[in-house]
């Protein structure tokens, strides 16, 4: 099955710098990789996804690249902001984009 | 505005106790899933479900463990005997068909096994 790793299990940045957070996945036929962010006492949402056709993708702040003769892929916070302080995880998914393996997950400390 | 409800959303309970989670996924959602949270483990599909069949519990201790889907608006999640490795915040996510892919997380049952 898949096996996705995430890196660094934890990152502390200040306000105004930028975050990357890396993944790599195991298996060559995944094609849809999503971001979920959890805040505290919640459940994951999605923040931003990527499918195997596209090598970058961005949404304002946020963007998504994607090596997939790497199999690795990244997600970038710029200008972070305290509310940006919450647990990230990565996530793959191949052969019914529906089911996805998720990483470990990164503790994202913004410090004002 | 559209969002899956989960309940309990804290148990504790004592060893050998049976449990049941209850999950309402989103209206028209075709495919529930069932995570289990750990700091160790991370997040872990347990099960999920496709228009209330089962597609896959691989992932699921079979001798303790059962999910079914009752009815479109009711999952459950059930552990009987529960043990104490049993402790984990316990999701239920739901998705619709097609684009986009995004599964929608409940706000999770903390469980608590003494």
């Known amino acids: 099955g898949e096996n996705v790793e995430q890196h660094p299990s934890t990152l502390s940045v200040q306000e105004g710098d930028s975050a990357v957070i890396k993944c790599t996945y195991s298996d060559s036929a995944s094609n849809y990789f999503p971001w979920y962010k959890q805040e505290l006492g919640k459940g994951p949402q999605l923040i931003i996804d990527?499918?195997?056709?596209?090598g970058e993708k961005k949404d304002q702040r946020i963007a998504v690249t994607l090596n997939k003769t790497a199999k690795h892929f990244s997600l970038h916070i710029t200008e972070t902001q305290p509310e940006d302080s919450a647990v990230y995880f990565c996530?793959?998914?191949?052969?019914?984009?529906?089911?996805?393996?998720f990483g470990t997950g990164t503790k994202l400390q913004v410090i004002p | 505005d559209a969002r899956v409800t989960q309940t309990p959303r804290h148990k504790v309970t004592e060893m050998g106790q049976e449990v049941t989670m209850r999950c309402q996924p989103i209206?028209?959602?075709?495919?529930v899933f069932w995570y289990r949270q750990t700091m160790m483990q991370g997040l872990e599909l347990l099960a999920y479900?496709?228009?209330?069949?089962?597609?896959?519990d691989s992932g699921m201790p079979k001798d303790r463990f059962s999910a079914e889907m009752p009815d479109a608006t009711l999952a459950t999640l059930k552990i009987q005997p529960s043990e104490p490795r049993d402790s984990a915040v316990y999701f239920c996510?739901?998705?619709?068909?097609?684009?986009?892919?995004?599964?929608?997380f409940g706000p999770g049952t903390r469980l608590t096994v003494t």
């Open positions: 996530a793959a998914s191949s052969g019914g984009y529906q089911k996805v393996t």
């Open positions: 479900f496709r228009n209330r069949a089962p597609l896959d």
């Open positions: 996510a739901s998705a619709g068909t097609g684009l986009p892919y995004e599964q929608y």
């Open positions: 990527i499918r195997s056709n596209v």
């Open positions: 209206l028209g959602h075709n495919t």
